[in-house]
């Protein structure tokens, strides 16, 4: 498939419902991890089928160069970039860092002063001691590798826009390489920090975000060459349970980063041809609008409920932990919802930049009717462009 010219106005909502997927495969790995479900076979199923759910970082890395770089304005300072992103992330990230702060304080739980410190200015993805990086709310690692994404992409964003499509390609089908090659790399560094090495360090995690960042060029020029939506999800689906039952868990995250990258690249371009897809529903791009509310809060009420309860360690036995993985489920989405419209979009609005409407386009002045019969223009059937845009980043 060869993707269609667009402009970054066209709006790709179905990249904003995909985020609900992605944040659910999140959500259905920690309950395994957490052993929410005591049942042994029920959980060892869910386990099993859920081993991979953590990558649903690796997606949300990906898509956010792949959207940065699609909706990002040729001119626009950097100045402007930045305060519009921390508009996005950090008045959330503020929330419900004093909500653990305040749980932590219920159950008398240690914190470092440091590593609080060190997590309330997003930087404890790069501090590779145990109980920093993991420290208060721990799933907002992620936003301090964000962070450096948002911090670098200005920078680097001129040459993307300047590379070959060739040197493009290369960064796409290099990443995945990159990826798998950080197992053999991790033995440079201790023991003790191999997995901050792999999973969490800054460096290592934006091999993803370049990845979608040089894909999202491509397809803004039109240059992309990849499966449509269908065919990718197939891909991805067959990857994930290959992956899953037959290969080593070291192959991982290079195989669903591949994965990952064309089913975004895919969706995007359905978009772009104004096709339709299960993932722009009105209800899909609400859950994915919610969806980073509710990624920061999903551990920390997990964990908190089920301490309350008297359950956390042991996991409810029979019907029981089905029911409360689907109460857990709601009331994220719950609180999820009130974060998303109490305290991010007001705040969005109130410390992001103002949007700058854009130009009308200029209507050229009629020319003279030439003297001989002129041919109509021919119209492109794939120049289809949105008048909006809506950023699902």
């Known amino acids: 498939m060869t993707s269609a ?19 659910l495969l999140v959500f259905a790995f920690h309950v395994g991890t957490m052993r929410i479900v005591a049942e042994p076979g029920v959980g060892a199923a869910l ?29 626009e300072p950097r100045r402007t970039f930045l305060r519009r992103r921390l508009a996005k992330i950090y008045p959330n990230h503020l929330v419900t860092f004093a ?83 950080l197992w053999p790399a991790q033995l440079l560094v201790p023991e003790e920090s191999r997995w901050w090495f792999t999973q969490i360090f800054p460096v290592t995690r934006s091999l993803e975000f370049w990845m ?47 994965a990952y990258l064309l089913v975004i690249t895919a969706a995007a371009d359905a978009d772009v041809r104004g096709r339709r897809t299960p993932w722009r529903s009105r209800a899909m791009v609400w859950l994915g609008e919610v969806s980073f509310a509710f990624y920061l809060v999903h551990v920390l009420v997990m964990m908190t409920v089920l301490r309350l309860t008297g359950d956390w360690g042991t996991g ?38 103002p949007r700058r409407a854009r ?15 002129v041919a109509a223009p021919a119209t492109s059937a794939r120049s289809v462009e949105y008048a909006g845009r809506r950023d699902p980043g």
């Open 47 to 75: 386990g099993r089928a859920f081993a991979l759910g953590l990558s649903g970082v690796e997606f949300f890395f990906i898509l956010s160069g792949f959207v940065l770089v699609w909706s990002y304005r040729n001119g």
């Open 99 to 181: 909500l653990a702060l305040a749980v932590a304080s219920w159950f008398a739980d240690p914190v470092a002063p440091w590593a609080a410190i060190g997590n309330l200015l997003l930087v404890q993805a790069w501090i590779p001691l145990d109980g920093y990086f993991y420290s208060v709310n721990n799933v907002s690692w992620s936003l301090s590798c964000e962070l450096a994404f948002y911090l670098c992409l200005p920078l680097v964003l001129p040459w993307l826009r300047r590379a070959r499509a060739g040197a493009l390609w290369a960064v796409v089908v290099a990443v995945p390489l990159l990826i798998l090659a």
């Open 5 to 23: 010219p667009a402009t970054p106005a066209t709006r790709l909502p179905s990249l904003t419902g995909l985020r609900w997927i992605a944040a």
């Open 212 to 258: 979608g960042a040089a894909a999202a060029e491509l397809l803004r020029r039109g240059r992309w060459r990849g499966p449509n939506l269908a065919a990718a999800s197939l891909l991805f689906v067959a990857t994930w349970v290959v992956a899953t039952q037959w290969i080593r868990a070291e192959f991982w995250a290079a195989l669903l980063a591949a």
């Open 359 to 373: 130009p009308a386009p200029s209507v050229p002045a009629p020319r003279p009717a030439p003297a001989g019969p």
């Open 316 to 353: 409810l036995r029979g019907w029981w932990g089905p029911l409360a993985v689907l109460g857990l489920l709601l009331l994220n989405l719950l609180l999820a919802a009130a974060l998303h419209h109490g305290v991010e979009m007001p705040m969005m609005r109130r410390l992001g930049p």
